[in-house]
Each structure stands twice: as structure tokens, then as C-alpha cells.
């Protein structure tokens, strides 16, 4: 806390107003309390004298530090360490970096991988949400979301970490096989919409338009649209926009929404199928072949909440939102890819 803020908080206590009312200082009220007792045993809130080692860093390098970083997101610290001469002509270290960027709320986080939006894309992307951001709720709950999905038996987050000795690397207990093309998955159809989901389809073959049509869009797609009066909503895939497919949803009178290219952060349905995926990684046993991870998928399916499916759907207006404030960019509703 800053001086003039650890003077303020001192006055709102010296007034009456307890710690934890003090928290609209955006402070957490512990902080308030052990200001407030060093307050009343030293009658004064400055830090205490201190033997820590002192900065080898003006404050104009501390500034020039977060700025360079600040230009250059993937900027290591060993770098910067290495072009910065301190006090006294002092070599500082890559911590002394890591230290002053901490002091200045900035942290080392792994980055986020989402698609390659190029100026085309952002543009397309804003034009879909201006004409699309003032739909009512009930305009979005009349949609039906779908989309393609493949699920694999093994799956490396990248997040495990192993306990070790040095030398140790290649010891086979501490080697974990991995398994080409996740050990085999399976390619699965489904649709969401408001209130009812349809049941996964799975796909045996390699998905073209003509399948596509024969397979899913006529058995499935156009009964289910018809019985609850909803608007199809898919991708840019090809076997979605191929011609064929188009012209048999105008001769069934399908309504399709328009949809902007390279936009999975727009569609709910994308959600659920990463909900489902991690429950099937977390049934115990986890599926041990084909058979059993096509039963995974229709069991935890169908155990998905309708209620988080309704709160999914019900995100399309925020959704919009967010995009149009991204001017087109990547959201906070992008998932890993």
C-alpha cells in the first residue's frame, strides 16, 4: 500500500469504521489489520526499519524494465539481466528482472493458443456480431448448435509433472509412453438448443458433404428442426457448406444461421463438448478401448445438466458482447487449441 492510501485507511479506523468495512480500498482486511496494530504500537504506519538487500535498480531502469516487457510479452528475463548495467556498475540477475516486474503486478503465465485471426477474419467476425448483437434471448434459445467432435482414450494435458533425483530423466520410472494418435478415438455429431439436446451420432467414416446429407442432415437434422421450429446453426466446415448440402436445407426449408469463419469461441456447443470430454477422462476407470469410450460418450451425455446446456445458450448475448469489445479478436470464451 502506498503511503497516502495507508493514511487514509488509518483515518477510516480512527473514524469507526472497522477493517473489514475498510475493504473498499480494494484492500483484503487482514492488510487493514496489521496496519491498524502497527498503528496503535508505533504510532506510526511507515514499513519498520528492515537489513534486506538494497535495490541495485534505479527506479527509471524499474520503468524501463516493465516497458520493454510490456513491448515484448515473450521477452525472457535473461535477457533483459544481461543489457541492464545496475548500480555501481553491478551485473543484475535474471531474478532482479523477475522482482521488478512482480512489483509491477506483472506475471509469467503460459500464453494462450487460439486460432490465427487474420485482419479478414476480425473483420468478418465484427460484421456477424453488428448484426447480430441486439437478437433477444428467445432469438438465440431457438437455435440449434452443432457440431463435430473426436474423442481419443489418451489424453496429455501437458500439466504433468514428475518428482525426481538428478540423472534420473531416462530412468523408466520416470518415462511416460506415449501413445501415437491418442490410441484411437472416435468422431462424434451433436446438436444443443434450448431446453433438449439431440442424441450423439457417431461418425464410422471419414465425414464428407454426401454423408454429411445422407447421414446426419436428413435423418436427424431436418426431422428435429421441423418438430421444434429451431434455426440450424453449423460451421464453415467444407461438408457443411458444400452445395450440395446447402441445396437440400433450402429444399427442406431449414433456416441456417450465418456463421463467421474460425469463430468456436461463439458457439456454446463447443463448451459442452469440452464438458464432456472431461468427464470422460474422469470416470473411474477410464475407457480402456473403443467400446467403452463410445459408452463413456452416450452415458455422460446424456449427464450433462440441461441447466448448464440453458446457461451456454443464455451466454450468446454476453458472447457478442465481448466480440464486439475484442473489435473482432479472441475472447475470454476461446478454449485451448
Avoid at 93 to 103: C, G, M, W
Avoid at 176 to 194: E, F, P
Avoid at 208 to 235: E, F, S, T
Wanted: hydrophobic share 35%; net charge positive; aromatic share 6%.
Amino acid at each position: 500500500m502506498s503511503q497516502v492510501l495507508r493514511g487514509r485507511a488509518v483515518g477510516m479506523l480512527i473514524a469507526g469504521m472497522s477493517t473489514r468495512d475498510a475493504r473498499e480500498l480494494n484492500v483484503h482486511f487482514s492488510t487493514i489489520s496489521r496496519l491498524q496494530g502497527r498503528f496503535r504500537e508505533f504510532g506510526s504506519t511507515s514499513n519498520r526499519p528492515h537489513n534486506r538487500r538494497p535495490h541495485l535498480t534505479t527506479l527509471d531502469q524499474d520503468l524501463h524494465i516493465q516497458h520493454v516487457h510490456l513491448q515484448d510479452r515473450l521477452r525472457p528475463a535473461t535477457r533483459t539481466a544481461a543489457e541492464t548495467i545496475g548500480l555501481h556498475n553491478h551485473r543484475i540477475s535474471a531474478q532482479t528482472v523477475r522482482n521488478r516486474l512482480r512489483e509491477a503486478h506483472l506475471h509469467a503465465h503460459h500464453p494462450h493458443r487460439g486460432l490465427d485471426l487474420t485482419p479478414v477474419h476480425r473483420r468478418n467476425r465484427l460484421e456477424w456480431v453488428n448484426s447480430h448483437m441486439r437478437w433477444r434471448l428467445a432469438g438465440w434459445r431457438g437455435v440449434l448448435f452443432t457440431d463435430e467432435s473426436r474423442f481419443t482414450l489418451f489424453k496429455a494435458d501437458g500439466r504433468q509433472r514428475m518428482w525426481r533425483h538428478v540423472g534420473e530423466r531416462f530412468s523408466d520410472v520416470n518415462v511416460v509412453d506415449r501413445v501415437d494418435h491418442g490410441g484411437g478415438g472416435v468422431m462424434v455429431w451433436a446438436g444443443i438448443c434450448y431446453g433438449r439436446r439431440t442424441q450423439v451420432h457417431f461418425i464410422d467414416r471419414s465425414l464428407n458433404a454426401q454423408r454429411y446429407r445422407d447421414d446426419i442432415l436428413g435423418p436427424i437434422v431436418v426431422p428435429y428442426i421441423q418438430q421444434h421450429h429451431l434455426m440450424l446453426q453449423h460451421d464453415n466446415a467444407r461438408p457443411h457448406v458444400a452445395r450440395i448440402c446447402t441445396q437440400f436445407l433450402e429444399a427442406e426449408n431449414i433456416p441456417v444461421l450465418e456463421w463467421p469463419a474460425d469463430s468456436p469461441d461463439l458457439s456454446p456447443i463447443e463448451h459442452v463438448c469440452n464438458a464432456l470430454d472431461w468427464r470422460i477422462q474422469q470416470r473411474v476407470p477410464v475407457p480402456a478401448n473403443i467400446q467403452q469410450l463410445r459408452t463413456a460418450i452416450e452415458e455422460e451425455w446424456t449427464n450433462i445438466p440441461q441447466a448448464t446446456i440453458d446457461n451456454l445458450i443464455n451466454s450468446m448475448r454476453r458472447r457478442c458482447v465481448t466480440l464486439h469489445e475484442a473489435n473482432g479478436g479472441h475472447t475470454r470464451y476461446s478454449l485451448v487449441v
